[in-house]
């Protein structure tokens, strides 16, 4: 473990990456504590440019855009945990399974895979939600519906080399 870290510290990118993640997380967690101001109150004139009292101004409807980011931030790190979740056991499950087991099951899963990978996604995801109508759970859903085919198809791949199905 003390080997992964030492090179991941080489690595510029990675230490960036990890440091806005955190960050984003800080403020998802203690950011509605800090900043309490309510998002969906109409505070000032609308599109009042960032300064003042408005750090990042104010929406079409007079609401404080810097309000709306922080108390919004936990509901999205959900809504992209979650969907993050059932999408790698969806998909791995499905590709363990095709991989494993080889033959018509495995036939049948990738077909499955194959036409949820033809659909573009973003467009499968609007339906969905449109469908079923657009709430967290919804949208979670769809995102895992959209997620996880690729995530099949890796692990089925890797199932296959380490196993010779």
């Not at 949820?116 to 859903?141: E, G």
């Amino acid at each position: 473990m003390m080997d992964f870290w030492r090179r991941y510290r080489k690595n510029r990118a990675a230490v960036g990456g990890i440091v806005v993640v955190a960050l984003i997380v800080l403020l998802a967690v203690f950011g509605p504590h800090l900043y309490e101001v309510d998002p969906f109150e109409m505070a000032g004139r609308p599109h009042l440019p960032p300064g003042g009292d408005f750090p990042l101004g104010t929406d079409v409807s007079g609401r404080d855009i810097l309000a709306g980011i922080i108390h919004g931030a936990p509901v999205s790190l959900a809504i992209g945990v979650i969907a993050s979740l059932v999408a790698t056991v969806v998909g791995v499950a499905f590709g363990a399974v095709a991989g494993y087991y080889g033959g018509l099951i495995d036939d049948a899963l990738m077909r499955t895979t194959e036409f949820f990978l033809t659909i573009p996604s973003f467009i499968l995801a609007v339906v969905i939600v449109a469908i079923f109508s657009p709430t967290v759970v919804t949208i979670t859903a769809a995102i895992a519906v959209v997620s996880w085919p690729s995530v099949a198809s890796l692990v089925r791949l890797e199932f296959i080399e380490k196993h010779g199905s």
